[in-house]
């Protein structure tokens, strides 16, 4: 819920940024460090069930990527934009990962 919540809102926010010049960095940090974090609560729930390793070496890939996007300029673009798409596609895998899971589980516990 919070991962759609963030996701809808996210584009608002970041189309608003160069309305608001003097806070852009410490807006831009912040939102940086909330993807991060729901990245990282979502995936963490889905791990425990499915326990795929792949899971957690995208995660790890995604946020060095958003979090050393920060430290220079030079590839702050490409660092935040490879970042974001390596967490969506953390998130996808997380999920459908989840669901072959807890399916799996369930279609056992019929029979």
Request: aromatic share 4%; net charge neutral.
């Amino acid at each position: 819920m919070a991962c759609a919540i963030h996701c809808m809102l996210s584009p608002i926010v970041l189309g608003l940024i160069p309305m608001i010049h003097s806070k852009s960095e410490l807006l831009e940090d912040g939102l940086i460090a909330v993807s991060i974090l729901i990245g990282v609560l979502s995936v963490a729930g889905g791990y425990r069930e499915h326990r795929r390793l792949i899971v957690l070496v995208m995660l790890i890939v995604s946020v060095a990527l958003l979090a050393g996007s920060q430290f220079t300029e030079r590839f702050e673009e490409s660092g935040v934009i490879s970042g974001a798409l390596v967490m969506a596609g953390t998130q996808f895998l997380n999920l459908r990962y989840q669901k072959r899971c807890c399916a799996h589980e369930h279609e056992l516990a019929v029979r």
